[in-house]
């Protein structure tokens, strides 16, 4: 059936030609992957998931994905159940990730770029032309790809920075985008937790999932539940707490030895670190600027961070 806005019916003849033919595709299974056929016992592969062609913006079936733009409902809808990936790269990196997949909503054209990444997934695959997706998330999504994925509870403090060496510690960081580049470049350059304090935005946000490309969902990420005290909790686990601030009484990054075990504490755009959290540390730290200049972006000095605590020492 026609909709209002949606593509001429010749194209969407051809995408219901590429649904069929996708619902008839057997898909590679986990044995014909080099990567998880390491050459012990094989066990059996998944069920190929289902390809569902989806007409009607209303289906139930796609409901993970209704009102995607509006922050107030997403937080109803989602809660502790389920979060929201969206971009081929990112959903790419979900499939690749221990997060259980729920479902997939594409465009044929997406589909035809993530085909081959859903060997071992049996979640279903909702195909849809582009202004049934549009009527659904409320926008136009013009990556074409959004999976949703059931929510796995945060790590504990201790769980998630038992084995490492560089961690990133955010306070007050409440821009999805900020924290999402912050995540990628964090995985990049050597970082290998994450603790966020309790006012620290979703880090399963959907724009922070698409921005950091997927990587925060390999970041390990623990939310710390009594603050500032979670930040001698980490001196007590060996790491010496770094502050960076723009103040005159912060040395130059590039002159400090790096330890073995370090944390480095940013805070949000504007306000940056409180009075209690630099307190609580055992460094102020800054990055040198020209003097005309005002500042960094807390993105980008996130990852000037983290490239002067990876590098090899001289």
Same mark, same amino acid.
């Given at each position: 059936?026609?909709?209002?806005?949606?593509?001429?019916?010749?194209?969407?003849? +051809?995408?219901?030609?590429?649904?069929?033919?996708?619902?008839?595709?057997?898909?590679?299974?986990?044995?014909?992957?080099?990567?998880?056929?390491?050459?012990?016992?094989?066990?059996?592969?998944?069920?190929?998931?289902?390809?569902?062609?989806? +007409?009607?913006?209303?289906?139930?079936?796609?409901?993970?994905?209704?009102?995607?733009? /509006?922050?107030?409902?997403?937080?109803?809808?989602?809660?502790?159940?389920?979060?929201? *990936?969206?971009? @081929?790269?990112? @959903?790419?990196?979900?499939?690749?990730?221990?997060?259980?997949?729920?479902?997939?909503?594409?465009?044929?054209?997406?589909?035809?770029?993530?085909?081959?990444?859903?060997?071992?997934?049996?979640?279903?695959?909702?195909?849809?032309?582009?202004?049934?997706?549009?009527?659904?998330?409320?926008?136009?999504?013009?990556?074409? *790809?959004?999976?949703?994925?059931?929510?796995?509870?945060?790590?504990?403090?201790?769980?998630?920075? $038992?084995?490492?060496?560089?961690?990133?510690?955010?306070?007050?960081?409440?821009?999805?985008?900020?924290?999402?580049?912050?995540?990628?470049?964090?995985?990049?350059?050597?970082?290998?937790?994450?603790?966020?304090?309790?006012?620290?935005? /979703?880090?399963?946000?959907? $724009?922070?999932?698409?921005?950091?490309?997927?990587?925060?969902?390999?970041?390990?990420?623990?939310?710390?539940?009594?603050?500032?005290?979670?930040?001698?909790?980490?001196?007590?686990?060996?790491?010496?707490?770094?502050?960076?601030?723009?103040?005159?009484?912060?040395?130059?990054?590039? +002159?400090?030895?790096?330890?073995?075990?370090?944390?480095?504490?940013?805070?949000?755009?504007?306000?940056?670190?409180?009075?209690?959290?630099?307190?609580?540390? /055992?460094?102020?730290?800054? @990055?040198?600027?020209?003097? +005309?200049?005002?500042?960094?972006?807390?993105?980008?000095?996130?990852?000037?961070?983290?490239?002067?605590?990876?590098?090899?020492?001289?």
């Amino acid at each position: 059936m026609a909709h209002s806005g949606d593509a001429p019916a010749g194209h969407a003849e +051809d995408d219901r030609a590429v649904a069929a033919a996708a619902a008839e595709q057997p898909r590679r299974s986990n044995v014909d992957d080099p990567v998880r056929n390491t050459g012990h016992e094989r066990t059996a592969a998944p069920a190929p998931a289902s390809v569902i062609w989806i +007409d009607d913006p209303g289906d139930p079936r796609v409901s993970d994905y209704v009102h995607l733009a /509006d922050p107030e409902a997403r937080r109803r809808r989602e809660r502790d159940e389920l979060f929201v *990936a969206e971009g @081929i790269t990112a @959903i790419e990196r979900l499939l690749a990730s221990d997060h259980v997949v729920r479902s997939l909503l594409l465009t044929p054209p997406a589909y035809g770029r993530l085909a081959g990444h859903l060997g071992a997934t049996t979640a279903p695959v909702y195909l849809a032309p582009r202004a049934v997706l549009r009527a659904t998330v409320g926008f136009d999504l013009h990556r074409g *790809a959004v999976a949703s994925a059931h929510r796995q509870p945060l790590p504990d403090l201790d769980a998630a920075v $038992r084995t490492a060496h560089r961690v990133v510690v955010l306070e007050g960081l409440n821009d999805p985008e900020n924290l999402g580049a912050i995540a990628r470049s964090a995985r990049a350059l050597g970082i290998d937790a994450a603790v966020l304090d309790a006012t620290c935005i /979703d880090p399963y946000y959907r $724009r922070t999932v698409r921005v950091s490309m997927g990587e925060i969902l390999f970041l390990p990420t623990a939310r710390a539940s009594d603050w500032p005290s979670d930040l001698h909790r980490l001196r007590a686990l060996g790491f010496e707490l770094w502050a960076l601030t723009p103040g005159d009484a912060a040395t130059s990054i590039w +002159d400090i030895s790096v330890p073995d075990r370090v944390a480095v504490m940013l805070g949000a755009e504007g306000p940056g670190l409180s009075p209690a959290a630099l307190a609580a540390a /055992d460094r102020l730290v800054r @990055i040198p600027i020209r003097a +005309d200049v005002d500042s960094l972006n807390v993105g980008h000095a996130a990852a000037v961070t983290f490239a002067a605590l990876d590098r090899t020492p001289s």
